[in-house]
């Protein structure tokens, strides 16, 4: 069973064809080439999380809602990185440790 024409001219024109698909998928292959080095590159040039985050509260002059260790996943939008003694001192000061990530107890505060 052929499923091919049998016909010089049109064997001719689906080879030209094959050939223009196949530069298409060979420029998708290359693109995404691109993008993934583009990523990895991306993963390996991030800074590392800081250690400490102070959540920072709503509106200009609130005080401090949170102390976060630096890979927390429940730190909100509002954050400022701070060091181990900002972290330690905020605590002292009496804002609320996280919940989930026990800054006090990794800090040695209880």
Known sequence: MNDLPPDLPRLRTLETWLVVSLERVRQHIAAAEQREAERQQGEERRPPPPD???????????????????????????????????????????????????????????
């Open 52 to 110: 400490w985050i102070l959540e920072l509260g709503i509106g200009v002059g609130a005080p401090p809602s949170e102390v976060h260790a630096g890979d927390c996943y429940a730190i909100g939008r509002r954050q400022r990185p701070i060091t181990r003694d900002q972290a330690l001192e905020a605590l002292g000061e009496g804002v609320r440790a996280c919940v989930h990530c026990r800054p006090d107890t990794e800090l040695g505060v209880l």
